[in-house]
C-alpha cells in the first residue's frame, strides 16, 4: 500500500472509536466485521450480566480465535487430503504413460 488508495475510517467497537487507513475496496468489510464484533459483545453482555464490557469483548475476541483455528484445522486437512489425491493421481499418470 503507497498510501494513494488509502481511506480514513472509524470504527466503533464496545463503544470505543478507532481510526483506520484501509483500502477504499476493503472499507464495507471492516464496517461488517465491526458490526459482527459489536453484535457478539452485546450478545455477551446480555448473556453474562455481571461481567464488564472487556470482559464481553475479550469473550468475543476468543470466540474469533477459536473460529479462526478451527478453519485453519480444517483447511490444513483439506491440503492433506489434496495432496494426497494429487500424488494418487500422478502414479497413475506415470503408470499410464509407462505402459
Known amino acids: ?38 453484535d457478539k459483545v452485546k450478545h455477551f453482555q446480555l448473556t453474562y450480566k455481571n461481567k464488564d464490557k472487556l470482559d464481553c469483548l475479550c469473550m468475543a475476541a476468543l470466540t474469533y480465535a477459536v473460529e479462526l483455528q478451527k478453519e485453519k484445522l480444517s483447511s490444513s486437512d483439506q491440503d492433506i487430503s489434496i495432496r494426497s489425491k494429487l500424488a494418487h493421481l500422478e502414479e497413475f499418470v506415470d503408470k499410464m504413460l509407462n505402459m
Open 1 to 38: 500500500m503507497d498510501g494513494k488508495d488509502l481511506v480514513n475510517i472509524t470504527v466503533v467497537i464496545a463503544g470505543r472509536h478507532f481510526p483506520l487507513k484501509v483500502r477504499n475496496e476493503e472499507e464495507p468489510s471492516i464496517k461488517e466485521i465491526a458490526k459482527d464484533v459489536n
